[in-house]
């Protein structure tokens, strides 16, 4: 078998689902097999200072080949744990060779079909192999396809000593899909200037721009009261609620905005006469309109709160930042990445990141971190895939950046 499919295959079939509702780091035990698993192989293939800390984050060093002390310290980041929106148990990986462009049937019994009707993307990869899963569970690309190209980058620079870089850091995180990736990420530790988290999707996507984050928590208080005799006494939360949700901009949600464009995205509701608690999340690239968009649902629950007297309470966290605010004043990081893709027939696709990433919180952490792609599609969910060529396009990026950084002409 491809020893770079075989490694991928063997880091997803480990289960490393995240918890949001656990407060321990890593938030599920289970996280911990490949964690130990991966420091054990970074060790074997050769790498220095191979550490895993009590909250299961990795790091390890390829120490400098070359004698020009000059060449900045970099790094490369991705995460080992999976989403908990869909089941990573019992993994089942379909290697599809030599895709013929057509269905991919991914459980019969269930009839559950991976098409290019539905998902064109997958059109792009004719000719190619494809891992899908079995339709039962995700399939954990996201980020283990990742791992599996700083590995096997990390292994061919040591196997391959001609190519002259300076020294390498790569780190492993747990809990990124629950937004936790870099809360106890020991940045001096890592020691590097700047960083690389392989997260992204499609072959070509660099990405230094993210959304401004922050989630919102409503709570209505309301009075139950016997419907019989009700006028003028109860308070209906339930009916606040919908008021408070239709009063947020109709076209301003996910399904509705691409691009730039920012949103407010409802993505819990409970609630009965007296309590009623709506949960919701606001986005946007622009720092300005992000804080105008608090201040809309700041506005809105005083307008509510003058009709039915002072009911809603709302409390606002502040979830992570756009990154571009701190790339940008070194934006040959991204341009070096750039560089790479090209030298290697890739088209780069530079675009805003209609997300999160660990960079993100890294970049404001000291540690500018643009997002580079790790090659599959259909996150969190049964449809999710990634061509074996596209992992191998981004472990040859990964090379390639290591050796334009180790050239004074990419500084």
Sequence with gaps: ?????????????????????????????????????????????????????????????????????????????????????????????????????????????????????????????????????????????DDKAGITEIVSAMEYLINHPEIKHGTIKIGFTPDEEIGRGAHKFDVKKFGADWAYTMDGSQVGELEYENFNAASAKIVITGKSVHPGYAKGKMINAISIANEFMTLLPENEVPQKTTGREGFFHVHHISGEIEKATIELIIRDHDKSLFEKRKVRIATIKEQLNKIHGNCIHIEVKDQYFNMKEKVAPVYHIVTTAKEAMESLGITPLIKPIRG?????????????????????????????????ESIESAIKVIVKICELTATKLNR
């Design 356 to 388: 999160g990433t660990d960079g993100s919180q890294l970049s404001f952490m000291g540690l500018p971190c643009p997002n580079i792609f790790a090659g599959g599609h259909n996150f969190h969910g049964k449809y999710e895939y990634v061509p074996l």
């Design 1 to 141: 078998m491809n020893p770079i499919l075989n490694r991928f295959l063997s880091y997803v079939t480990i289960d490393t689902q995240s918890d949001p509702n656990s407060s321990t780091t890593p938030s599920t035990k289970k996280q911990w097999n490949l964690a130990n698993k991966l420091a054990e192989e970074l060790k074997e293939i050769g790498l220095s200072d191979v550490t895993i800390d009590e909250n299961a984050y990795i790091m390890a060093t390829l120490p400098s080949n070359s004698a020009d002390t000059t060449i900045p310290v970099i790094g490369f980041i991705a995460h080992f744990d999976t989403s908990p929106d869909f089941s990573g148990t019992n993994v089942n990986p379909q290697i599809i060779k030599n895709y013929d462009g057509k269905d991919i049937v991914l459980n019969k019994e269930k009839n559950i079909i991976l098409s290019p009707d539905y998902f064109d993307d997958l059109l792009q990869y004719k000719g190619q192999t494809i891992i899908t899963t079995d339709g039962t569970t995700l399939l954990g690309a």
